[in-house]
């Protein structure tokens, strides 16, 4: 699906080197292994994740969202905290990495991936 792909790459985009080296050390990876983590974390999140409502207004930043239970509140949040403990252990079947490790993983992209949606949110205006 071309839009799990341009999730993807936005997700990947907006997490930046930085992001992507922290996520890599989090998971005890190289920066390939992170981005194959960051690939079908996107792809599992695309397919779960409703559009953002526009009523939400766009976040600022990564380090300000504060992990997952406190990724900007709202129904988005909400729905990301919910799909986290499915999305980890799809994402930890697919991967083979344990199940603890990628969840604390999605606690750096759920707020990306926030991010991500909140910015075509704003774009859709």
Same mark, same amino acid.
Request: proline share 8%.
């Given at each position: 699906m071309s839009d799990d792909s341009t999730f993807e790459q936005d997700v990947l985009n907006e997490l930046g080197d930085? &992001? @992507?080296e922290q996520l890599a050390q989090e998971l005890g990876t190289d920066s390939a292994g992170a981005r194959a983590v960051v690939g079908t974390a996107a792809s599992e999140l695309a &397919?779960? @994740?409703? !559009? @953002?409502p526009p009523e939400e207004p766009p976040l600022q930043g990564v380090a300000t969202l504060g992990g997952l239970g406190m990724a900007g509140g709202g129904v988005t949040a909400t729905v990301l905290a919910k799909v986290a403990k499915p999305v980890a252990r799809t994402v930890s079947k697919k991967t083979g990495l344990p199940e603890p490790t990628v969840t604390r993983a999605l606690e750096l992209l759920i707020p990306v991936a926030l991010t991500v949606l !909140?910015?075509?949110a704003a774009k859709r205006k």
């Open positions: 930085d &992001g @992507l &397919g779960e @994740l409703p !559009s @953002l !909140s910015k075509r």
